[in-house]
């Protein structure tokens, strides 16, 4: 039987980390998810139990995974790929856009 996850919001209905909460319970065993779970205050209990409630520490692999689950990126691959696809996405939000072009001068200065 996989864990059962209650959200810190108390009624939610919706997904998370890839988990679908009703009423603010779901079901799990993915440990990424689990990972995540417990870093974010949510409660988990059941025979395979969090990382807290069996006095295990998910593996620095799993905490990359969820984190890349809460970010919306694969967690597919090796440790360190899953870091470098993270880091590559944290300094792309960090990139301010571009200013877009000037427009052409209203009094005509751009035309020849």
Known sequence: ???KVQTPV???????A???FADGEGETSD???????????????GSSS???SEGKEPT???????????????DDGTADEIKTRIADHKKQAETPPADPPAP???EGKDAA
């Open 10 to 16: 108390k009624g939610f209905t919706g997904v998370v």
């Open 60 to 74: 620095p692999k799993q905490k990359l995974q969820a984190e890349a689950k809460e970010l919306g990126l694969s």
């Open 104 to 106: 052409a001068d209203a």
């Open 31 to 45: 440990p990424s998810a689990l990972a995540y779970f417990d870093r974010h205050g949510y409660k988990v209990s």
């Open 1 to 3: 039987m996989a864990p």
């Open 18 to 20: 890839g988990v679908s």
């Open 50 to 52: 969090s990382s807290s």
